[in-house]
Antibody, heavy 121, light 106 residues
Framework: QVHLQPWGASLLKPSETLSLTCAVY????????WSWVRQPPGKGLEWLGE???????NYSPSFKSRVTISRDMSKNQFSLKLSSVTVADTAVYFC???????????????WGNGTTVTVSS | IQLTQSPSFLSASVGDTVTITCRAS??????LAWYQQKPGKAPDLLIY???TFYNGVSSKFSGSGSGTDFTLTIHSLQPEDFATYYC?????????FGPGTKVDIK
């Protein structure tokens, strides 16, 4: 069984940097890609990006200028940093495991509980 | 790339069969997933590659389509199926989600 648990600061001021970490309780951390998705209150899902087994990251063009996703294989954790936050970044943030289907298509099959981040002055 | 879903809201009864449509603004072949999300919970993967069941997902859910038009059909709705359903494309760097379809009890 794979279990993902995100944690990090839940209240930020505008212009600060959001920082979240997702702990992965699984023996097979290094063989997968790991991603972040967010959901603003009452709205839909937004994919932020992923870190792949080689250690590189892929980012959504919408967030590429502000987001950094990295991993720490020694701790079975991966992290999200989102800079220069505004109130529009208030959301529930989810971490998820990615599995590769045919043609190396990436789908998110195991999700952690969301963690709420509020940006307010 | 933009994904649209229709309807945005669907009211149905237990036992009904319902169909949700997802349309992409460009050809994404079969690079599409369907997720179910219940209030306060993370999404669950139902279907990937447009029509392949994820492990353990009930066969009451079926996906079809290719190119720009896709459908998710839910047969014999049960109380646990009332949720919001999202499509997601994985063909582009955006990995965009559709806006969601909320399936509610009539």
């Amino acid at each position: 069984q794979v279990h993902l648990q995100p944690w990090g600061a839940s209240l930020l001021k505008p212009s600060e940097t959001l920082s979240l970490t997702c702990a992965v309780y699984s023996a097979s951390f290094r063989g997968y890609s790991w991603s972040w998705v967010r959901q603003p209150p009452g709205k839909g899902l937004e994919w932020l990006g992923e870190v792949i087994p080689a250690g590189d990251a892929n980012y959504s063009p919408s967030f590429k200028s502000r987001v950094t996703i990295s991993r720490d294989m020694s701790k079975n954790q991966f992290s999200l940093k989102l800079s220069s936050v505004t109130v529009a970044d208030t959301a529930v943030y989810f971490c998820a495991r990615v599995f590769l289907a045919s043609g190396l298509r990436s789908y998110m099959d195991v999700w952690g509980n969301g963690t709420t981040v509020t940006v307010s002055s | 790339i933009q994904l649209t879903q229709s309807p945005s809201f669907l009211s149905a009864s237990v036992g009904d069969t319902v169909t949700i449509t997802c349309r992409a603004s460009q050809d994404i072949v079969t690079s599409l997933a369907w997720y179910q999300q219940k209030p306060g919970k993370a999404p669950d993967l139902l279907i990937y590659d447009a029509s392949t069941f994820y492990n353990g997902v009930s066969s009451k859910f079926s996906g079809s389509g290719s190119g720009t038009d896709f459908t998710l059909t839910i047969h014999s709705l049960q109380p646990e199926d009332f949720a919001t359903y999202y499509c997601q494309e994985v063909d582009t760097d955006s990995r965009s989600f559709g806006p969601g379809t909320k399936v509610d009890i009539k």
